[in-house]
Nanobody, 127 residues
Framework: QVQLVESGGGLVQAGGSLRLSCAASGRTFSSYAMGWFRQAPGKEREFVARINRSGITYYADSVKGRFTGSRDNAKNTAYLHMNSLKPEDTAVYYC?????????????????????WGQGTQVTVSS
């Protein structure tokens, strides 16, 4: 089993930057691919980024070029560096862990592919 705790959310002005962290415990962190999702009020959960076990990343078109996912296996932590933030990035951000191997791009963006989820951290971007 894996427990995940997000941190680093807060209020930032448009154009600013923020770094989210996801601390994992309970299993070998390096065995899991990690995902980032977000959910705004009244909207469905949306894929943001995936970081596979080797650190290779895949991003939603809406954040590509602005957000960077990474992981530090020695610290059992995944990160999401968010730059050039926009008001439409405002949402609760969740990290998730996936024990599957060799996911397709569509499955990588599909929430049920991820077995474990954190509680979320609020990101608010003001204009």
């Amino acid at each position: 089993q894996v427990q995940l705790v997000e941190s680093g959310g807060g209020l930032v002005q448009a154009g600013g930057s923020l770094r989210l962290s996801c601390a994992a415990s309970g299993r070998t962190f390096s065995s899991y691919a990690m995902g980032w999702f977000r959910q705004a009020p009244g909207k469905e959960r949306e894929f943001v980024a995936r970081i596979n076990r080797s650190g290779i990343t895949y991003y939603a078109d809406s954040v590509k070029g602005r957000f960077t996912g990474s992981r530090d296996n020695a610290k059992n932590t995944a990160y999401l560096h968010m730059n050039s933030l926009k008001p439409e990035d405002t949402a609760v951000y969740y990290c998730a862990a996936d024990y599957g191997a060799s996911r397709s791009l569509s499955d990588s963006a599909y929430p049920p592919s991820y077995a474990y989820w954190g509680q979320g951290t609020q990101v608010t971007v003001s204009s």
